[in-house]
């Protein structure tokens, strides 16, 4: 089955932007290593709407460019050490945002429309840094009133892992929607699933409910464990014990470099 | 029941602090990482559930059990946008006189050293919930600074821009303070059991309002604490279980102290 | 369990904003019958985005003032027959939409903002009726790009029927996530369901999927049948033959008087 | 199989006419009360099938088998505005020689009488729908004028505005028009077997380009024919039983006639 995720992530040119779920959502952590493995480089991650193992993994390996994230962490295992040495040494763009101002920016693309309003942010370093976003008078208001717009945000791929998807390529969310928003902002999405459905999603109405269309999913494979170190809602655990590991040895350049051939030998062998 | 109880920790009194200053909300958000903040509200709903008063509802973030969300990670900020969230917590590597919050870093951005996460949600949750509670454990003047290095959100923001929300309350280690939106500074509401105001003054790197002589902050009474210790410590430790071991040592701590 | 349609419908009051959804989402007809027994005047319907027999009965009855709504009619039982007659003789204040700009109005709201922009709408008649709608020149745009701005809608109210709810006030709504719009909009939302389920269906995954949250939900009344004569997805069929009855009578406004005297005497029977 | 098949009817012309218009769609979508673009669709999908091309994905309004959104009802016009539906069909009370539609009513608005139920998605969709296929079997002047009364989404758009979509076609039960956007105007591309120019031009209340000599609106092939009378009228049988009921009668009329 590595052999499929490896079809999928074949499929990411160099250069294409790439959003990537937040930590509880379901991370597809296969697609990563094939990511990896391949090399695919200058993505930019768009993360929905933080980011963790997965982008720090991408970072260490030199294959990340730029990064729209409002927060870059390992959770309980502590910062991200290789994000936070390319921030020191300014070897990524970073586009530093808020939450829901990332959410906006893929809701716009979802719509269809340029931008979206928001509130909040006036004020903040925030969009002092962000030239991307634009301060006007709310034109329906009779009195002053500034307001952010934040521009679509239309990824080339959306990756993510979720519990299983069916034939037609409908996938199982549950109520992880940011996925859905991701799928329908992004031109192609790519899903890592724990396995396949032999029935129809869409014939029972309680798994309808969750189920993302197949019209926004481009490619489907199965990779068991496929979220791991990360957990999958519903379905296992997140390993603190790899995590920390992990967070240990990304400390330094060699140690994220052991620890990445460590894990490429684990899957040979 | 009341008679053998321990006092309460000076961690108890923490949460007894957070569970008051949520006193009237219907809805309360709590970050993934935060213990006390989420530990004050579980505490705050059973002293609710236990006066017949309205129900209070809590979501942790990241939480399956003690979520309620069902339209994704931005249904929080749509709730807050709605009106719906009463409050929210917000630590902060830095906070300053004037309420600002830095989760990015120090030194010049973008090239911050250290980098910290991020801004998380702040740049919009500060803005929209009423009560923003600001929460930080750690009572030094690195953290309490005059100027934060960069504005993850602003404590307040110039007239005519929307902002409904704010700062409402700052809880540290060793002090409770309040906000005052047209000084746009910090005033000390009261000090933890055991911390003086030289003390505070010295670990605080701003300058802030406070009476000559300042309260001292209330600790529970028997009835909360026996509610803290019981219920709000099984739920706690469903979802925090190092955190609730942890408390449940301090209070065996402080009854060893006590017996000696 | 009449009496509790009612204790909802009580809540009410004259001059409210109510956001009804389309015929197929679960339409609480239970809900509009206890509005004309109580009589609530001066209503606003804002259709999500269309209107059918709960909205032609209630401007039948003289209860609504306003409507905004991308189209009323009977579906195949034909026109809308109240609605039409109140048109013509200009005694309702229309604001007549395109469906997207109804989930607009209502997404803006949802998201706190004052507005949505959208695509469509210029150079059309629904335009040049609306005021409340404006044109600007996209901000983010480099090149001339004239865009509509939908204003935030904010119903009172929304009503909906669904098939249960739990006994914190969480209701399966399934994959009709217009529902869940209309009560994250409304400043007040009243459910009619099929049945009170007895576990908490955010205790299962896979009803959590579809649940609206209790948060959002003000007052909840068990209706069986409660939809009928529309359908509830899911659960039973549109009764057409008593659709048609009804696009029969409401042709005149003695056949409509007669109509829901004679649906009244049934309920006291 | 072919010898014996009585031929196409008029309808099943119409049909087969639909589904070459979706020639090179990934996605359709067909309003609930459409049977006869719906029944194209159907086609169209089950043609694709035999061919072994990549599937055409259909959604009915309001079915519930035959609809794969699970997002509500706005879903369509999401998908539209992110250009992922090929193709929609829209009718009209009126349709004009510009290709403005209205879906409102006749007379002054807001007064209008008649009312019609109003204008749904078409506001929006006609925009940004790439192949937008007017579909009106009624073909009389009342219905093709030369200005509508009220114009729920106009056929053309100023330059600069954002216009992806428009009309692509005007299918009635007399002839098949394609539109041109740069005249803003429609040219008869075809007429329906049976019919002749002239009784277009009197039947149509506005001006539109034409051959001096129009072709005639192909029927289907055997193959065609034979698929649209097993898969897709069993298909159509689950969504629309009365209209395929009507179907299989007109079938039969035909079937008859040709005997005798």
């Keep these: 089955m590595a052999t499929d995720v490896h079809r999928l992530a074949a499929q990411i040119a160099p250069g294409s932007s790439v959003a990537i779920p937040v930590d509880y959502a379901g991370v597809s952590m296969a697609f990563t290593r094939a990511l990896i493995e391949i090399g695919t480089r200058d993505l930019t991650l768009i993360c929905v709407p933080t980011g963790g193992m997965q982008a720090d993994m991408l970072i260490g390996a030199g294959q990340v460019r730029a990064i729209e994230t409002s927060a870059v962490s390992l959770g309980e295992a502590g910062g991200a050490p290789r994000f936070n040495a390319a921030v020191k040494e300014g070897s990524i763009a970073l586009r530093d945002a808020t939450c829901p101002a990332i959410h906006a920016g893929l809701l716009a693309a979802q719509k269809g429309v340029p931008f979206m309003p928001m509130r909040g942010l006036i004020g903040s370093d925030l969009l002092r840094n962000r030239p991307d976003w634009t301060v006007i008078d709310n034109p329906t208001s009779d009195t002053p009133d500034p307001i952010v717009l934040i521009p679509a945000i239309h990824p080339d791929v959306a990756i993510f892992h979720a519990p299983m998807a069916d034939r037609e390529g409908n996938v199982w969310i549950g109520r992880r929607r940011e996925l859905a928003a991701m799928a329908y902002a992004a031109r192609r999405t790519f899903v890592t699933v724990e396995r396949m459905s032999e029935t129809r999603l869409l014939d029972d109405e309680k798994m309808a409910a969750g189920t993302l269309p197949g019209l926004y999913v481009t490619d489907v494979a199965v990779a068991e464990n496929g979220a791991w170190p990360y957990g999958l809602w519903g379905a296992y655990p997140v390993d603190q014990a790899e995590m920390a590991r992990y967070a240990r040895a990304a400390r330094s350049d060699d140690g994220f470099a052991d620890y990445i051939a460590a894990r490429a030998a684990e899957v040979v062998s | ?260």
Tied chains: 1, 3.
């Design chain 2, 1 to 260: 029941m009341t008679q053998d109880m321990t006092p309460a920790t000076p961690r108890e009194i923490l949460i007894c602090t957070v569970a008051g200053l949520l006193d009237g909300c219907r809805c309360v958000a709590v970050g993934a990482a935060s213990p006390v903040p989420a530990a004050g509200a579980m505490l705050a709903r059973a002293l609710r559930d236990s006066t017949g008063e309205p129900p209070l509802r809590i979501s942790i973030l990241g939480s399956e059990a003690h979520n309620f969300f069902t339209n994704g990670s931005v249904e929080l900020f749509d709730a807050a946008g709605q009106g719906r969230i009463d409050a929210f917590f917000l630590g902060g590597g830095q906070i300053d006189r004037q309420g600002n919050i830095n989760l990015v870093g120090l030194g010049d951005y973008p090239r911050s050293a250290p980098r910290w996460p991020g801004s998380f949600g702040s740049g919009y949750l500060y803005y929209v919930v009423p009560r923003v509670i600001l929460y930080r454990e750690e009572h030094s003047p690195r953290v309490f600074v005059d100027k934060v290095d960069f504005i993850s959100t602003p404590g307040t923001s110039e007239p005519g821009t929307y902002r409904p929300g704010g700062p409402y309350a700052l809880l540290t280690g060793k002090a409770l303070f309040d906000f005052n939106k047209d000084k746009r500074g910090f005033r000390l509401k009261s000090l933890h059991p055991d911390h003086t105001l030289a003390e505070v003054t010295e670990a605080t790197g701003f300058a802030f309002d406070h009476d000559p002589d300042p309260a001292t902050t209330p600790g529970p009474d028997a009835a909360t604490l026996h509610l803290l210790r019981t219920r709000v410590m099984d739920e706690l430790a469903e979802t925090y279980p190092a955190f609730a071991a942890e408390l449940r040592a301090g209070i065996e701590t402080t009854d060893r102290k006590a017996t000696v």
